[in-house]
T-cell receptor, first 111, second 110 residues
Framework: EPEVTQTPSHQVTQMGQEVILRCVPI?????FYWYRQILGQKVEFLVS????????KSEIFDDQFSVERPDGSNFTLKIRSTKLEDSAMYFC?????????FGPGTRLTVL | EDKVVQSPLSLVVHEGDTVTLNCSYE??????LLWYKQEKKAPTFLFML??SGIEKKSGRLSSILDKKELFSILNITATQTGDSAVYLC??????????WGLGTSLAVNP
């Protein structure tokens, strides 16, 4: 069964460093998303992406965040200068329609 | 403001009990309501509901939507310890952005 994959599963970085989280969505899906979940809190929407551009973004998705689909299979989330409060589980999802399929997540720890 | 409210926030039951999880929503441009189960990591899809009054069923789990009252319930019968998880109610609007509830944390004790 096709699934969304994410790498790495866990990344530890120092405050101020740039990180790139990688996702491979399901191949025939058209819509791609990033979410984050801070420990003990609810899942928060970051951004949705369709037809090679951002279709919607939340207030969390400020200038330090960017997304890219560099090669037609990968979908990346870049955080330019990480802050302590960026520590969270980051989930990638993809969908053909309303049903979104989630990847296993990348746990980002910022020290 | 779009919102999804789930209740209860937390529930502890014994194996074999039946539980009902509630979800109410206020969302502009409603498209569908989804239920997810979250154990240790990523949410896994359970149901997608788009029409009122039609029950979706999968084994011991079932769900129904009331679009007039803006409400959905998720039922789990004969609960097992493996049902222990956070159950998330999610609303999808036309813009495909999902509005998430806080979830109901269910613990099923042997």
């Amino acid at each position: 069964e096709p699934e969304v994959t994410q790498t790495p599963s866990h990344q530890v970085t120092q405050m101020g460093q740039e990180v790139i989280l990688r996702c491979v969505p399901i191949s025939n899906h058209l819509y791609f998303y990033w979410y984050r979940q801070i420990l003990g809190q609810k899942v928060e929407f970051l951004v949705s992406f369709y037809n090679n551009e951002i279709s919607e973004k939340s207030e969390i998705f400020d200038d330090q965040f960017s997304v890219e689909r560099p090669d037609g299979s990968n979908f990346t989330l870049k955080i330019r200068s990480t802050k302590l409060e960026d520590s969270a589980m980051y989930f990638c999802a993809s969908s053909y329609d309303s049903e979104q399929f989630f990847g296993p997540g990348t746990r980002l720890t910022v020290l | 403001e779009d919102k999804v409210v789930q209740s209860p926030l937390s529930l502890v039951v014994h194996e074999g009990d039946t539980v009902t999880l509630n979800c109410s929503y206020e969302v502009t441009n409603f498209r569908s309501l989804l239920w997810y189960k979250q154990e240790k990591k990523a949410p896994t899809f359970l149901f997608m509901l788009t029409s009122s009054g039609i029950e979706k069923k999968s084994g011991r789990l079932s769900s129904i939507l009331d679009k007039k009252e803006l409400f959905s319930i998720l039922n789990i019968t004969a609960t097992q310890t493996g049902d222990s998880a956070v159950y998330l109610c999610v609303n999808a609007g036309n813009n495909r952005k999902l509005i998430w509830g806080l979830g109901t944390s269910l613990a099923v004790n042997p």
